[in-house]
T-cell receptor
């Protein structure tokens, strides 16, 4: 079974600075997707960034980028120029790419606070 | 494009009562997930549908939880009877199998069992 581990329950960062959230996962699969989702106090999960395991290039989305280390099964999220609106829970998630039964598994989350 | 709709947003019930949650996924999305998110934890998958068929319900407490997806569109999740430990946010998500791999989430239903 796939598992996702987020070892940082809480983190804080000053506005405009950079922060990195850690995620490791365990799988025997070679073909899969990894995601970072943001969950603000409104509760709605929003996709931040995704990475396809077969792509070596790290994904980037504006201020968000990942460091994907497939051999180490590590998938960290870097937020540059942090903004107050980035304050939220961040969840790392894994999905095996297989037919129509893709199961999306989440870590326990990291609570990020951006301080003014 | 309309998002995933869930209702109600909040529900308070007494233990041993029953409750039902409703989810309307994004039109055309074949895959539908129900997650349970206990305060301070990550979402735990309860059940996954592909159209109107169940593909994974391994973590669904079947003695008290049930779910159905009528005609492969709307879905309901029911708890009967509820226990105190069922207090959580219940999230519904849908995904278009053929297009991309992103799952879209509703705003969830916060259930409090007293």
């Amino acid at each position: 079974a796939q598992t996702v581990t987020q070892s940082q329950p809480e983190m804080s960062v000053q506005e405009a600075e950079t922060v990195t959230l850690s995620c490791t996962y365990d799988t025997s699969e070679s073909n899969y997707y990894l995601f970072w989702y943001k969950q603000p106090p409104s509760r709605q999960m929003i996709l931040v960034i995704r990475q396809e395991a077969y792509k070596q290039q790290n994904a980037t989305e504006n201020r968000f980028s990942v460091n994907f280390q497939k051999a180490a099964k590590s998938f960290s999220l870097k937020i540059s120029d942090s903004q107050l609106g980035d304050t939220a829970m961040y969840f790392c998630a894994f999905m095996k790419r297989q037919g129509g039964s893709e199961k999306l598994v989440f870590g326990k989350g990291t609570k990020l606070t951006v301080n003014p | 494009e309309a998002g995933v709709a869930q209702s109600p947003r909040y529900k308070i019930i007494e233990k041993r009562q029953s409750v039902a949650f409703w989810c309307n996924p994004i039109s055309g999305h074949a895959t539908l997930y129900w997650y349970q998110q206990i305060l301070g934890q990550g979402p735990k998958l309860l059940i996954q549908f592909q159209n109107n068929g169940v593909v994974d319900d391994s973590q669904l407490p079947k003695d008290r939880f049930s779910a159905e997806r009528l005609k492969g569109v709307d879905s309901t999740l029911k708890i009967q009877p509820a226990k105190l430990e069922d207090s959580a946010v219940y999230l519904c998500a849908s995904r278009d199998r053929g297009k991309n791999t992103e799952a879209f989430f509703g705003q969830g239903t916060r259930l409090t069992v007293v």
